[in-house]
């Protein structure tokens, strides 16, 4: 296995957490406020170990589908993409200092580590403290399997420096240059409330249960120092990241992300997704930048066009996923190719065609999009659609392809309608948490 794909954690009881020794003085303040029990955490670094571990006995399934949080790159990325998504962008709060921001990311990461490996968030857990204080862990999660959870986490660009131009924790000076709001582009209808935050965590699992357990807790230890400011269920990944995976589809009916960059394809991934060390700033070295968009699908308009016009629009075939210009699913489309009229086979303004390498300067991101349904609206129509997700080398390389897409046939049946971009750290050494370069 290469090193740039998550390594696969032997189990839990192999992969504890080493650090950052537990959550600290500071962050056992913000929990304690949050009612989360400081004395069960502190007792929970030593003699609590064997309760918390015993209170959640796992079975062999559990410990095959445990991604470690510790590597040179964040889990979640290359790792197989999973079936649920829990998304959630946050705000530092008011009058928050550089050690409340550090503070955060050390308590984050040692929650985040104990729960891919299918522990409670303390070894004390939801279970094994005092009786007379609300327990450490919420409990959701019990007795449910690690399910392949990934924790990632991003730094939005407020978290640098405010609209206002104000570097709250002394860290403006090592923001990436690229790391600045998306352009609007056309057919924006974005949602404030929906969009940016000075932080972000994407939690990915095969239990949906297990991704909301994730996020509830993080938000629960970012009591007093961060709030969360919106998130996104997301459930049927959109995309793969290995050849095992088959190709899923999106709520149009077709397959999504043929041609993403797999976990496997090291070159690839080197040139388009990982920052080198060569980049700047330094701290991001191994690390990518994530932009996430909500787009709403129309979908009873979709529903009422004819299939052949649908499968123009996106270019491909929607039964097999295969280019109009023929071949199987992984056929590379023929873009000189004519139809029976003598024109192009795959449409000039497909979405397959837009997108594509060769008309965007062999350009090429990460994908792992989910579905998403959030009910109906007032009219009776479904509030659904995709939930793109994307790492790239560069923010540019998303910007590069968006713009090109501005004349994509599909835009008559989407909205954009909310948006985000934040750097990816590279992953977090035992002993040590995520971001902590950024510090140094």
């Known amino acids: 296995m ?16 080493a650090g950052p020794s537990g959550v600290s003085r500071r962050g056992l303040l913000g929990l304690a406020i949050a009612g989360a029990g400081a004395a069960g ?3 929970g670094a030593s003699a609590g170990s064997v309760a918390g571990i015993a209170a959640r006995a796992k079975d062999q399934d559990a410990a095959d ?6 590597g040179a790159h964040q889990a979640g990325i290359t790792t197989p993409v999973q079936d649920h998504l ?3 962008s946050f705000d530092m709060m008011e009058r928050t200092d550089a050690a409340d921001l550090k503070q955060l990311l050390q308590d984050w990461s040692y929650a985040a580590a104990r729960m891919t490996q299918g522990l409670d968030v303390s070894a004390t857990g939801a279970v094994g403290g005092s009786p007379e204080a609300p327990p450490d862990d919420t409990g959701e999660a019990l007795g449910l399997a690690s399910s392949g959870l990934t924790i990632t986490f991003g730094f939005g660009p407020t978290l640098f420096e405010t609209a206002d131009g104000v570097d709250r924790y002394g860290i403006a000076a090592q923001r990436p240059a690229g790391l600045e709001k998306l352009p609007p582009f056309l057919g924006d209808d974005l ?3 929906k969009s940016g935050g000075d ?12 991704a909301v357990h994730a996020i509830r807790n993080l938000s629960r230890i970012a009591f007093g120092r961060a709030r969360l400011r919106w998130s996104q269920l997301g459930f049927g990944r959109t995309s793969r990241t290995t050849e095992s995976q088959e190709t899923p589809r999106n709520l149009f009916g077709f397959k999504d992300g043929t041609a993403n960059i797999l976990a496997d394809d090291t070159d690839a991934l080197a040139d388009h997704v990982w920052v080198a060390a060569s980049d700047q700033p330094a701290w991001m070295a191994g690390g990518s930048y994530l932009v996430a968009r909500k787009i709403a699908m129309l979908i009873e308009t979709w529903d009422r066009v004819r299939l052949s016009e649908q499968e123009a629009i996106v270019g491909r075939s929607k039964g097999t996923g295969a280019p109009l210009s023929g071949g199987r699913e992984f056929t590379d489309p023929d873009f000189t190719e004519k139809d029976a009229a003598g024109a192009p086979a795959i449409p000039v303004t497909s979405h397959v065609r837009l997108a594509h390498p060769e008309f965007n300067d062999g350009t090429r991101i990460l994908r792992r999009g989910y579905n998403f ?5 007032e009219l009776g129509r479904l509030d659904a659609g995709l939930f793109f997700l994307s790492f790239q080398r560069d923010p540019d390389q998303f910007v590069r392809i968006q713009k090109t897409l501005a004349t994509d046939a599909m835009r008559e049946y989407i909205k954009h309608v909310g948006s ?16 902590a370069a950024l510090f140094a």
Do not use: E, M
Not at 420 to 435: D, L, Q
């Open 2 to 17: 290469s090193s740039s794909v998550p390594q696969q954690s032997p189990g839990p009881a192999a992969d504890r957490p």
């Open 191 to 193: 949602d404030p409330d």
């Open 199 to 210: 932080l972000v965590i994407q939690a990915c699992a095969d239990d949906p249960q297990v």
């Open 373 to 377: 349904v959030d009910g109906n609206d």
């Open 41 to 43: 955490l502190a007792i």
């Open 86 to 88: 829990h998304f959630a």
């Open 420 to 435: 985000g971009i934040w750097a990816v750290p590279p992953g977090a050494a035992k002993g040590s948490y995520v971001g």
């Open 65 to 70: 589908s445990a991604y470690s949080f510790y």
